[in-house]
T-cell receptor
Framework: AQSVAQPEDQVNVAEGNPLTVKCTYS??????LFWYVQYPNRGLQFLLKYITGDNLVKGSYGFEAEFNKSQTSFHLKKPSALVSDSALYFCAVRDPIYGQNFVFGPGTRLSVLP | EPEVTQTPSHQVTQMGQEVILRCVPISNHLYFYWYRQILGQKVEFLVS????????KSEIFDDQFSVERPDGSNFTLKIRSTKLEDSAMYFCASSPDGTNTEAFFGQGTRLTVV
């Protein structure tokens, strides 16, 4: 069965500093991996995805993520954090063989301090 | 830009009552989902729907839950006899296919059972 772990409940970073939100996954075969962001009282917004090809994928709002197959990780990164990036971030996996649904990690709350 | 719409935004109901949560997925999408989120925490999969039938469901989706696509545009989630623990934010999502595309989420319906 597929699963997603986000080892940090909370990440604090100063504005202007680089940020990393960690994600590891477990799935049979080659995974489809996604990052979503949730602002207070809002739905989930798609940021980026890895399907195949280049391990570094770029997404919305200056975010990028690196797929590492040997470490089964898909960490979200941004070179310079903004206060407006403060939100709840979810990593998700979709198993291309065994299921069409998205399995989400527990979420990481990112706080960017001015 | 096309979006998933959900109504109502907030529903308060008495324990034991039936509720219907409504969603209008993006028009050319083929896969539809319901997820729920309790107190801004983990996003939990309930059910996926394709070709007018349930394709996957979780353990949460017991006999009290049902889904329907009554008219080719709406996608509804019915809870027959609500319990206090059904209080959550319910998200509808849709995706163009069941493989490598992302899901698009609605803004959610906050269900409060009293």
């Amino acid at each position: 069965a597929q699963s997603v772990a986000q080892p940090e409940d909370q990440v604090n970073v100063a504005e202007g500093n680089p940020l990393t939100v960690k994600c590891t996954y477990s799935v049979s075969g080659n995974p489809y991996l996604f990052w979503y962001v949730q602002y207070p009282n809002r739905g989930l917004q798609f940021l980026l995805k890895y399907i195949t090809g280049d391990n570094l994928v770029k997404g919305s709002y200056g975010f990028e993520a690196e797929f590492n197959k040997s470490q089964t990780s898909f960490h979200l990164k941004k070179p310079s954090a903004l206060v407006s990036d403060s939100a709840l971030y979810f990593c998700a996996v979709r198993d291309p063989i065994y299921g069409q649904n998205f399995v989400f990690g527990p979420g990481t709350r990112l706080s960017v301090l001015p | 830009e096309p979006e998933v719409t959900q109504t109502p935004s907030h529903q308060v109901t008495q324990m034991g009552q039936e509720v219907i949560l409504r969603c209008v997925p993006i028009s050319n999408h083929l896969y539809f989902y319901w997820y729920r989120q309790i107190l801004g925490q983990k996003v939990e999969f309930l059910v996926s729907f394709y070709n007018n039938e349930i394709s996957e469901k979780s353990e949460i989706f017991d006999d009290q839950f049902s889904v329907e696509r009554p008219d080719g545009s709406n996608f509804t989630l019915k809870i027959r006899s609500t319990k206090l623990e059904d209080s959550a934010m319910y998200f509808c999502a849709s995706s163009p296919d069941g493989t490598n595309t992302e899901a698009f989420f609605g803004q959610g319906t906050r269900l409060t059972v009293v």
